[in-house]
Each structure stands twice: as C-alpha cells, then as structure tokens.
C-alpha cells in the first residue's frame, strides 16, 4: 500500500532573488528550489550541538492554541507533526502516518508510524491520533482545514486511525497535513487550549514561552526521525521587519523572516543563506460588497482600471514580486501566465462618474492594512497615489492584523491590502476559493456572494481528477476577475535571511522551518 495522490501536482517553489527578472524568466523556474549561493548552507562547518535564535514574522495570538494560526508557529518551530505532510505540488506524503487507504466513500484509514512517542514520553496509539482529531474538529469554531465536514476519528487497534466524513471527502489526506491538525499527546488536552509544551511528537520541544514575545525549545532526544543537529532553539516574534534585519546584523539573530527586498540584499558574503521561494501567495486590494461604494461594480471596476500592476510590481517592489492578471499565477500549473492590463486612469474616472462620483463628489475610502509583512504598507502607498489619479481618495491606515479582522469578516471596512497564501490551510486551491469566495466561505471578506460561483465550485466536493479539479479553478479564477472581485495586485515571493546556518530553507507553504538537519555553522 503506497500513499494516495488526491490532487494535482503543482509548480510553485521560487526562485532565486534578482531584482527585476522577468515574468518569463520566472515561470521557466518555478519548479525548483533555489537560493542565492545555491545550497543553502552559509558555509562553514556545522557546530555539534548548536543553538539558534530565530526572529520570526508572527507571533502567537491565543497561547499556542493548536486550533487557531499558532498551529503554524508550532509548527515552523519543529514543535508538532500531522498525519500527513504535503508540499506545494498538492501531493500527500507520509508524516506520523507511514500510509492511508479508503475503505469505503466516506472513510479513510491512516496506518500509524510505529515507535513513535510524544516529548513527554506517552506512547502514539490510534486512540491518541482519533482524540487529538475529533477535538480539533469539535471547536466552536474549526479550522478552515476540517471546517464543515463533519470529521469523525476513531482508533482502528493500537497503531491505525479511521476519519470518517459527512459526505464523501476527496482530498482528505490533504486535509490532514493542515498544522491545525497535529497530534498532540492525550494529557494535552486535559488544559484549555491545549498545552503544547511537551505534548508534541516533532524534533523540538516548547519548554518555555514568554507570551507573544518568545519561546525556548530544545532537542526531543525521542524523536523518531533523523536527530536534530540542533540542541536548543531560541523564538524571537519580530513583527516590525526593520527589526528583524537590525538583529541580524548584528548577530543577535541568526535567521530572520521576511525582510524587505532592499534590507535582504545588504546580507551578501559566504557567510549568509539568502533564501527566495515562490510560494502561492497573492497581495489583494479587498473592496467590501457589502456596503457602498463598492456594492456597485463600475466602482470595483474603476479601482481595477486605476491600479498599474506592473508598476506596483517592478517599481514599488523593485521586482521582487509578479504582476498579478488573476487570483492565481504562475506558482502553480493552473495559474495566469498573461500579463494584466494596462493601467487606464481615465476609464476609471469615467467609470466613477457612471457610478455618481466627481470633482463635485469625490469618492473617499480607508485602505487599510497591516505592516508584518514587508511588501504591504509600500504597495499601500503606491495605491493610494495611483487611486489619487483616478479620482479616488484613499485614507491609508496600517495597524494590527489580528485586532482588525473581526470587522472584516463582519464586513466594516472599505479597502483592505492584504496577503493571502492560497494553498495555505490545504494544498488545494479549491479550500481558499470556497472560505474565500463562496456564499457562505467563512473568510469572504470580499463579501461576494454568486450562486453562479458556488455552483462552479460544487464539482470540487468529488472530483478526484487533477486535470478536471485544475480546469474548475481556472474557471473560478477567471469569474472572480470578470465580476471584479477585488484586485489581485502581485504574486509576492517569501525570503528569509541566515547568518551561519546550514539547511535553511524557506517554506512556501509556511509549515517547516527548523527541522532536523537544520544547524549553525562556524
């Protein structure tokens, strides 16, 4: 019995970093790997026994709670595992779980990797896998991963789990490699959330943490996998990318996450890993449906046609990112590979006046955004002043991720830039179109509701096919663009920058960071 590939494969780890390369440069690349230097090592000999500092982009926001986006810092940290594993070609792979079949439409089950035991020394059994499972699945609110599905676990014998669905469920395993759904060791759950420290079955374990503002963590001598070069990991949550590079400079970090283009080109020498991956991820000008201006489509319209992609692109972010034509580019098999259209600031002047808007009645609107990733606040700027052109005035306001997306979703705002990993929760465009964009997706911060698009979509719940499942999300790529839902503005790229390390890489999928053969050089 080998792994079952439920999905199609896809192109999307990045290249190296060069500014201004171009668009088919990039595309001819886009299925390996690479970083500047090209091994990712910063040379040196790796240090037996090492440590680490690590200043990281995100921080936890609800105490490690394994069923919030602190899954994904446990994640990087090395901290916890899943059943399955995956990449960005769409592919499960083995993880706590060795290999997995379908017994029947609705059930799968998951052969357990023998030997393995969680930090704290409490054996892996079918029972622990189905309880950490049906937990997740049974929060007030689930992650988007299991959301809605009605996963139901229970142990198949000591060494196998059954995970049963509602309805028929094609990319299950897929679901399964999500971070929200690690294993965490049965006393874990005894606390609310979940305690983390120890409880995982990865190659470092949490041993301290310091609120929002960092954790230790050291070796899992138990781990069952190759052993960790690493002794001890210090996590630093960075959120200001000034800071990260100033850290590092001056050795007080030895990787830092997500720099801007022009401070991660000041760390050149042997001594430093430069990583650049093309992940699937899209900066998106949101426009709130739900409320004026932008119930009217000649408003969306006109925001489209007032907005210079290529100049946002090449310019703003001196061509460390992609213009963006659609939701999806040319990280992955079924994305745009077409240029988008030129900027046309007199259509959207007249687009606006068909909507009622003028020098007599300027259109006025909040851009909001949020600063932890680098590129955003300087494509804010940019925007606003190609708004300003078309007669749109845009008021920016940079503030808090977390603190603002409860009015988001709640739709109380009117512009909002942000940047959207869209294999992030699963591997599989058809998870972020359907939380994103459907009728009831619980993350349409668009507001979008279209029974035409979710009827598109409804293939997607059995269709197994990788060539049938790509050619829906191409179709539901290319309505989003033809209703004008939002503005997809550029593909960015993930960076990160090491000083003396070996075996870093970048995750385009944001799930490893400090694996095994992770290690400090001298």
């Known amino acids: 019995m080998t792994p079952v590939p439920t999905l199609p494969t896809t192109r999307s780890t990045r290249p190296a970093r060069r500014a201004l390369r171009t668009v088919a440069a990039l595309a001819a690349t886009t299925a390996v790997l690479t970083a500047c230097g090209g091994s990712g090592s910063g040379g040196g000999t790796p ?50 779980a060795t290999e997995w079949s379908r017994p029947d439409p609705r059930t799968w089950r998951f052969q357990l990797r023998p030997g393995v035991t969680f930090q704290n020394g409490e054996p892996l059994t079918g029972q622990a896998a189905a309880g950490a499972l049906n937990w997740v699945a049974g929060v007030d609110a689930p992650p988007r991963a299991v959301k809605g ?20 469920d094609p990319i299950l395993p897929l679901r399964l490699s999500g971070a929200n759904t690690a294993i965490l060791a049965p006393s874990a759950y ?55 590079a100033l850290a590092l400079r001056a050795g007080d970090a030895d990787i830092a996450q997500e720099l801007p283009e022009s401070a991660a080109l000041e760390f050149t020498g042997g001594e430093y890993t430069d990583e650049t991956v093309a992940a699937p991820r899209t900066a998106l000008l949101q426009l709130n449906e739900a409320r004026p201006p932008f119930q009217d489509v000649r408003v969306r319209q006109a925001v489209t046609a007032a907005v210079d992609r290529r100049a946002l692109a090449e310019q703003a972010l001196a061509g460390s990112a992609l213009p963006a034509s659609e939701l999806f580019g040319p990280a992955v098999a079924w994305g745009s590979q077409d240029p988008p259209p030129p900027a046309d600031p007199q259509k959207a002047r007249d687009l606006l006046a068909q909507a ?9 609107v909040e851009l909001g955004t949020y600063a932890n990733r680098a590129e955003l606040p300087t494509l804010a700027t940019a925007l606003q002043q190609m708004l300003k052109a078309a007669g749109i005035e845009a008021n920016i306001k940079v503030g808090d991720y977390d603190a603002r997306e409860p009015e988001l979703l709640a739709g109380r705002y009117d512009m909002y830039l ?3 990993s869209y294999l992030i929760d699963v591997p599989d465009a058809g998870a972020t179109l359907s939380t994103d964009y459907t009728c009831q997706g619980s993350y349409n911060i668009n507001r979008y509701c279209s029974p035409a698009f979710d009827a598109l979509l409804a293939p997607l719940a059995t269709e197994t096919d990788p060539a049938a499942r790509q050619e829906v999300f191409r179709k539901a790529s290319a309505q989003l663009t033809a209703d004008a839902v939002g503005v997809p503005l550029v593909h960015t790229r993930a960076n990160g920058v090491g000083h003396q390390v070996a075996g870093y890489t970048v995750d385009p999928l944001a799930k490893t960071l400090v694996v095994p053969g992770l290690a400090k050089t001298e």
């Open 47 to 96: 240090v037996p026994d090492g440590r680490m500092t690590i200043d990281m982009t995100f921080s936890p926001g609800a105490g490690y709670a394994i069923d919030t986006d602190d899954a994904f810092v446990l994640s990087q940290l090395g901290a916890t595992e899943t059943l399955v594993t995956s990449g960005t070609d769409g592919v499960a792979k083995p993880g706590l």
């Open 190 to 244: 005894k606390a609310n959330p979940p305690a983390a420290q120890g409880t995982g079955t990865g190659p470092m374990t949490l041993t301290k943490v310091d609120g929002n503002q960092s954790a230790e963590l050291v070796r899992n001598d138990k781990y069952w996998g190759e052993r960790p070069k690493l002794a001890a990991v210090t996590a630093n949550y960075v959120g200001d990318p000034a800071a990260r």
């Open 418 to 420: 942000t940047s959207r």
């Open 356 to 364: 009622g808007y003028g020098p007599d009645k300027p259109l006025r």
């Open 149 to 168: 599905i009605g996963l139901k676990a229970v142990a198949d014998g000591a060494d196998a789990v059954k995970v049963s669905t509602t309805n028929p």
